[in-house]
């Protein structure tokens, strides 16, 4: 049998071995005692099997195979460092045919192991420009015990095994869940409040507004009107405060005003003050 490299790189003379009508050859060994699978590199090679019988009658086979020995997977699109509730695109490259999976390991409050895992088959169809790409769509809904999404910390890796059998994986990447919007107050401030606390009635044109919150938030009141909007990098330590500015002063006749006040946490997510319930205050 002789084995020869697409790209004439090597040829090797190896000789079979026949039992009865069955004929074998090892590949460790050639004519010059060389181990063919130590030797050669990955890639395609053809082969060609001669036989002779005893009265002179030969043929020939001719064949092709290919030897691959490693496999590889890369992440394009990682998850972010922390995600919501939504659902999240973790894409990357693989070769064509492999099963590639995603793992995500976590722990809840009381140190029991949340795991998830999602496969799928690289595409064998794909063109040119898109070949050996893959998808997830991760929905953190997931990632629960007892149907109960468990928010905190996470990490996630992708391994591959292609058709050869040849395994390999990413390394491991870490990421917060944070589905939830930490409940936070609104009120008038006690200094704007011009009688009891507890009574929102004020005699201030330009009332403050203050409350707490989740760090990073950003806060948007709404008033006669018209919306004020506190930036993140002051809600930093928790807490909001926006002054009704002096050119919007609220009318001076005595009257309810109906307010609003929304928060959208880092990740987008908001709540409305009580829910969506507006609350009064009385000049």
Same mark, same amino acid.
């Given at each position: 049998?002789?084995?020869?490299a697409?790209?004439?790189s090597?040829?090797?003379?190896?000789?079979t071995?026949?039992?009865?009508?069955?004929w *074998?050859?090892d590949?460790?060994?050639?004519?010059?005692n =060389?181990?063919?699978v130590?030797?050669?590199?990955?890639?395609?090679?053809d082969?060609?099997?001669?036989?002779?019988?005893?009265?002179?009658?030969?043929?020939?086979?001719n064949?092709?195979?290919?030897?691959?020995?490693?496999? *590889?997977?890369?992440?394009?699109?990682?998850?972010?460092?922390?995600?919501?509730s939504?659902?999240?695109v973790i894409?990357?490259?693989?070769?064509? /045919?492999?099963?590639? =999976?995603?793992?995500?390991?976590?722990?809840?409050? %009381?140190?029991?192991?949340?795991?998830?895992?999602?496969?799928?088959?690289?595409?064998?169809?794909?063109?040119?420009?898109? *070949?050996?790409e893959?998808?997830?769509?991760?929905?953190? *809904?997931?990632?629960?015990?007892? #149907?109960?999404?468990?928010?905190?910390?996470y990490?996630?890796?992708?391994?591959?095994?292609?058709?050869? #059998?040849n395994e390999t994986?990413?390394?491991?990447?870490?990421?917060?869940?944070?589905?939830?919007?930490?409940?936070?107050?609104?009120?008038?401030?006690?200094?704007?409040?011009?009688?009891a $606390?507890?009574?929102?009635i =004020?005699?201030?044109?330009?009332?403050?507004? %203050?409350?707490?919150?989740?760090?990073?938030? =950003?806060?948007? /009141?709404?008033?006669?009107?018209k919306?004020?909007? $506190?930036?993140?990098?002051?809600?930093?330590?928790?807490?909001?405060?926006?002054t009704?500015p002096?050119?919007?002063? $609220?009318?001076?006749?005595?009257?309810?005003h109906?307010?609003?006040?929304?928060?959208?946490?880092?990740?987008?997510?908001?709540?409305?003050?009580?829910?969506?319930i507006?609350?009064?205050?009385?000049?």
């Amino acid at each position: 049998m002789t084995v020869t490299a697409k790209d004439g790189s090597y040829n090797s003379s190896y000789q079979t071995e026949t039992v009865g009508e069955l004929w *074998s050859v090892d590949l460790t060994k050639n004519d010059s005692n =060389t181990n063919l699978v130590n030797l050669l590199n990955s890639g395609e090679y053809d082969v060609s099997i001669q036989a002779k019988d005893v009265a002179g009658n030969s043929t020939e086979i001719n064949d092709t195979f290919i030897i691959d020995t490693s496999t *590889s997977i890369d992440i394009v699109t990682p998850l972010d460092d922390k995600i919501n509730s939504n659902i999240h695109v973790i894409t990357g490259r693989a070769e064509e /045919l492999a099963t590639v =999976t995603l793992t995500i390991k976590g722990l809840d409050d %009381s140190n029991k192991e949340i795991e998830y895992t999602q496969q799928l088959t690289v595409a064998a169809d794909a063109d040119a420009d898109n *070949s050996g790409e893959w998808q997830f769509n991760l929905d953190p *809904s997931q990632l629960s015990l007892s #149907g109960e999404t468990i928010d905190g910390n996470y990490s996630y890796s992708i391994s591959s095994v292609d058709i050869a #059998g040849n395994e390999t994986s990413t390394s491991s990447q870490n990421f917060v869940l944070d589905t939830q919007v930490i409940p936070f107050t609104a009120q008038l401030d006690n200094d704007s409040n011009s009688s009891a $606390l507890d009574d929102v009635i =004020t005699k201030d044109d330009t009332p403050t507004f %203050s409350g707490t919150v989740e760090p990073e938030s =950003t806060v948007a /009141l709404t008033i006669n009107g018209k919306t004020y909007t $506190l930036a993140a990098s002051d809600t930093s330590d928790g807490t909001w405060s926006i002054t009704i500015p002096d050119a919007d002063a $609220l009318p001076s006749d005595n009257q309810t005003h109906i307010y609003t006040v929304k928060a959208t946490d880092p990740l987008g997510q908001w709540r409305p003050r009580f829910n969506g319930i507006q609350s009064a205050i009385q000049r």
